[in-house]
């Protein structure tokens, strides 16, 4: 053991030498590092809401009714299928998870092999070998045939349903990208929100909205000025107008869109004849559609409807059919921006609600961060003065690995990207105690065997080797504690697993490695006879 | 120059004697926890009960009372206000808000939920001149489930290390390991609910900050009993566990000096949000070197004897020599 070989110390100093390399960039200026070559590791690690001040939200999907409209959808294709394909059913109706019909025993065939149709056009495409997606399954039983839902088919729904979310909601929080917005799904209905440096919700849930669904329809036309006592004919509804949009009063329209939200690629506030207006643009197959109804409905207005409320009711003025468009209408520059942002993000594909909201305060942010430098650095410089003075110059070996390890943890940590919470520190704090107590582990072994009556060079040979097993033992158990805690825990529990577990690994390599280099380089530079611990 | 090498020798203290003392301390803790846990129980946060937060600072001082009183007007059900800190209160509603009907005159901006409505109601009822510090909130089906998660993860890490533990020695010091980390954990709860610290996710990391001490202590000692064993076939185990305490003693002491030396100005300057954490680890570090020796330690001598290594052939025969 007090054999150091010439690729351990190689290979210990190409370590510490990449630690200072990854762990440099947090210690210089943001705009410093951006304009330093890309070969260059320039990441840093990042701070928890806690500690810098920020927003956090966890949205949470009703996914109920996603899927119940799925399933209202299949039971409407069914229906229709059969009765196109003249089968006669009986007692088509919905059940958990799926629709079910009977048929007469003569047309179960054919009863089923719509059954399979249907299932395999709303799975989404056929899968490999040309079966269909297993979405949905069809089950037969005596002359009842039952269309399901799988786990695999409601787990794909669920998928689709935050992807497409989380897309929306980053183009509507951060539409210019420049806010490190941090947006990640959670479970199966649940997306966390992230933005830093905020201090307040409202803007932002805001600009989320809670919105179901934003869709495109036609006036009656005769009942232009409804009231809200105002009885809807057959196929028609009302609905207020959105007050915050400059929209007054009620709307009677169709009850069935012609149009809906996700339709619309572009829509941008812009300025005709000094007022705000808003230009927008379709897709192709939006395009179509929405020349047919222009065509059709010259000088009729066309309610856009959003959350239940009408944001907007221009009138056509003439048959827009190259996809883009304008829209005049009561606007400010305010609210034509934000319906222009609402327009371009699309409406979110499921009705989310705020689960859960935390901000912190920037000052507050702060002063967490100051106390806890602070404080840290003085228990550090506590921890320098009792190590020297209890262990004298073998003390201060042992500081410069703790301080290489510090070092070794920040490369770590933003080699990984990860972010330091205020839980991360206390993690950080453990992770320290124990490298120290690795060191005072082998020390006081040295003076053990100094007592049993060894050689200097006899002690701090078994001293290493006979604290080696203690030190594997409790910094193996305890690394593996951190990573379950950041596999299976949540929010704080996951910042101490990271910080824990990555401080440990650093601290297996500083506590034994550098230390030891340290003390057998002493060692041979002077040979002592005895030890000064 | 080492303070410590004042002293020559190991000390030879009887710790296996005093074990039945420490087992009626143990026992009185227990039932101490138990009675706190069932008269005071825990101050839950807002973590695991769900309902909302304001923490709002003031330029000048801030009247507790006042804020009381305008904000028990707005309807808002069981709020609690309490002084944060100098200049700043903290407004705490247990339920989730119920504010269904809009005041008159109020605006309601289309997707505004129950908690916006009642957060913004709070900071009306306040006026101006408050900085809003922090606002949170916890629905109910969040709260349930970070309790489970992080109920879910501690539970497997104990039983990891334990695992580990009865890999890396025996199934008895697994065992003793792990009965002794949910020890310490029992207590730390009753200091909670003594205290009446807001028991939230934090304080779980808090202490499995604890627990990871508490691991540690005991993984040494037992590292020290494991050597001992395979040297010493012939002595008694609670012989053994006596000598390994001691000599382990003054690491004990040294770990355990460190610790609290970088600890103390955490517990002092570090601000609250430190606090919680610093006393676990201060706890911890009591608790953890008791439990290493007077439970984990103590429970071997009542478990199945351990024989693996002390059946092992002698490798070291100079091993006697050292003990002389």
Known sequence: MIQISRFQLWAALVVVALGLLFAGPNALDKSFVSGLPSYVPHQQFNLGLDLRGGAYLLLEADMKQVVDENLKNLRDQARKKLRDDRVQYQNLRSVARGVSFQVEPAALDKAQDIANTVARDLGGGSGLFGRGSQSYEVRVDGTSISIRLTDAGLALIQERILDQAMEILRKRIDPDGTKEVTIQRQGAARVIVEVPGVSETEEIKRRIGTTAKMTFHLVHPSILSPTKDTIAPPGYKLYPGAKNMGEEGWYLVREDPELDGTHLTDAQQQFQDGLPIITFRFDTSGARIFCKITQENIKKPFAIVLDNEVISAPVIQSAICGGSGIIQGRFTIESATRLALLLRAGALPAKFTVAEERTVGAKLGADAIEAGIWASLLGLSLVVIYMVAAYGLFGFFSIVSLIINLILLAAFMSGMQSTLTLPGIAGVVLSLGMAVDANVLIYERMREEIRAGRTALSAIDSGFRRAFTAIVDTHVTTIMAGVLLYLFGSGPVRGFGVTLALGLTASIFTAYFLTRIQVVYWWRWRRPKTLPI | ?324
């Open chain 2, 1 to 324: 120059m080492g303070f410590a090498r004042l002293v020559h020798h190991e000390p030879k203290i009887d710790f296996v004697r005093a074990r039945f003392v420490a087992f009626g301390l143990t026992g009185l803790l227990f039932v101490g926890v138990l009675v706190t846990l069932l008269t005071r129980g825990l101050n839950l946060g807002l973590d695991f009960q769900g309902g909302l937060l304001l923490e709002v600072a003031h330029q000048e001082r801030i009247d507790v009372g006042e804020v009381r009183n305008k904000v028990s007007a707005l309807g808002l059900g069981d709020v609690q206000v309490q002084t944060s800190g100098d200049r700043a209160v903290m407004i705490r509603a247990k339920k989730p808000p119920e504010v269904a009907e809009p005041k008159p005159g109020e605006t309601v901006q289309p997707g505004e939920t129950a908690e916006a409505k009642a957060f913004k109601r709070i900071r009306e009822a306040l006026g101006p001149g408050y900085q809003v510090m922090r606002q949170e909130f916890v629905g109910p089906t969040v709260s349930a489930g970070l309790f489970r998660d992080g109920m879910i993860a501690t539970g497997l890490a104990l039983l990891a290390i334990a695992l580990y533990m009865a890999f890396r020695f025996e199934w008895q010091f697994g065992l003793a390991g792990l009965i002794a980390n949910f020890h310490d954990v029992t207590i730390a709860i009753g200091v909670y609910s003594v205290t009446g610290l807001e028991f939230d996710l934090v304080s779980i990391a808090a202490l499995l900050t604890l627990a990871g001490y508490s691991i540690n202590e005991t993984i040494v000692i037992f590292d020290r009993l494991r050597e001992n064993m395979r040297r010493y076939k012939k002595t008694s185990f609670k012989e053994i566990i006596n000598f390994s305490v001691n000599q382990n003693l003054f690491r004990t002491v040294m770990t355990a000096g460190s610790v609290l030396v970088a600890v103390l100005p955490m517990l002092i300057f570090g601000g609250e949000a430190l606090f919680a954490f610093t006393l676990a680890i201060v706890v911890g570090i009591v608790v953890g070197t008791y439990s290493a020796i007077y439970v984990s330690s103590s429970l071997l001598i009542y478990l199945p004897t351990v024989r693996k290594w002390r059946d092992e052939k002698d490798e070291k025969g100079a091993a006697a020599k050292a003990r002389a």
